[in-house]
């Protein structure tokens, strides 16, 4: 009977230990962090940032794993049926906010499948206009737009992209009627914005800011609600009149659903302390971000507001994709 309530203490120790038990000598092995669009773009940038510091704060290696493909959904979705046993870190990215509303078959729940880390940084977006255009803010465009509906047109980066939905979200929060021309990919949207073939756009600011400088595109506004530190003069939105209007693109960082609570603490607290750098707040913002570092329960509501704003979008615009 002794042998048996012996044997019993034992099998019951990993659940009486609570999950700090799991989180005692993290890691042991190497960690695979998922970034799930190509090398080279923002999410990649920030994912091996991050994963550069956990290697070098724990001393063991942290190794970034592209897997890109249908919007970020493919690299996502591996994120998703991983092990929960914290060898698993994942970048995730507003176009997964937005995917719920707008892929009619999804092999993943945003706020379900996934443990939150932190929200690495804000990417505010600019509304250019071609030069031509007789238009210096938002006032002035949302007058002409809506004297001329349906005769301006706007670039995106394709259906469903973060361009396309702040286009539609400003034409459903200000009343105006502009044609929608999707590309693929920014570089030729911001060529034929610039040749003139299309008015507006929304892009990443840093993307757009060389243009703006060299007098090829003229700037009306920022998307977020603050104004963006390398153009502090631009007004936003908001400010411009469409009350309300706060969008933008997002970096954050996840784990599959279940990972023990401690070792999603140990990596917070790694990257909240890098975030909080000057040196990496500075690294951020030459490539058009703004670092945040917000705990996981904070990154969890700003979560749910993004995947509710972009579902009213999706509503809207009637955006849809298989």
């Not at 932190?118 to 505010?124: Q, S």
């Not at 299309?198 to 892009?203: D, E, I, R, T």
């Not at 993307?207 to 400088?213: Q, R």
């Not at 970096?251 to 279940?258: E, I, K």
Request: one cysteine or more.
């Amino acid at each position: 009977m002794i042998f048996v309530l012996r044997c019993l203490a034992f099998a019951l120790l990993p659940v009486l230990a609570g999950p700090g038990l799991y989180a005692q000598g993290y890691p042991a092995k190497p960690v695979r962090f998922i970034i799930p669009f190509p090398p080279g773009g923002p999410t990649d940038l920030m994912g091996r940032t991050a994963a550069e510091r956990l290697t070098r704060a724990w001393g063991v290696q942290v190794i970034a794993d592209n897997r890109a493909g249908a919007g970020g959904n493919i690299g996502t979705e591996l994120c998703a049926k991983s092990p929960p046993d914290g060898y698993t870190v994942c970048m995730f990215t507003v176009a997964q906010s937005i995917s719920p509303a707008i892929y009619r078959k999804l092999a993943f729940d945003p706020l379900k499948d996934f443990t939150p880390v932190t929200l690495m940084a804000i990417l505010p977006s600019m509304l250019t206009t071609h030069p031509s255009l007789p238009v210096k803010n938002v006032k002035e465009l949302v007058a002409l737009a809506k004297s001329r509906p349906g005769q301006l047109s706007y670039a995106s980066t394709g259906n469903g992209t973060s361009p396309h939905m702040l286009m539609e979200m400003f034409k459903s929060m200000a009343g105006v009627d502009v044609v929608h021309i999707p590309y693929k990919g920014q570089a030729p949207a911001v060529v034929d914005q610039i040749a003139g073939q299309v008015q507006l756009a929304f892009n990443t600011a840093v993307t757009v800011l060389p243009h703006v400088k060299g007098g090829k595109l003229k700037p009306i506004a920022i998307s977020t609600r603050e104004r963006f530190p390398p153009m502090p003069e631009l007004q936003t939105i908001d400010e411009g009149g469409v009350k309300g209007f706060d969008g933008s693109s997002w970096q954050a960082v996840v784990m599959p659903a279940g990972t023990p609570r401690e070792i999603v603490a140990k990596i917070y607290q790694e990257l909240s302390t890098m975030l909080k750098s000057a040196e990496t707040r500075q690294k951020f913002l030459a490539q058009g971000a703004l670092a945040s570092g917000i705990p996981p329960d904070e990154f969890t509501v700003f979560l749910k507001r993004e995947i509710d704003k972009w579902a009213k979008v999706a509503k809207f615009a009637n955006v849809k994709l298989d």
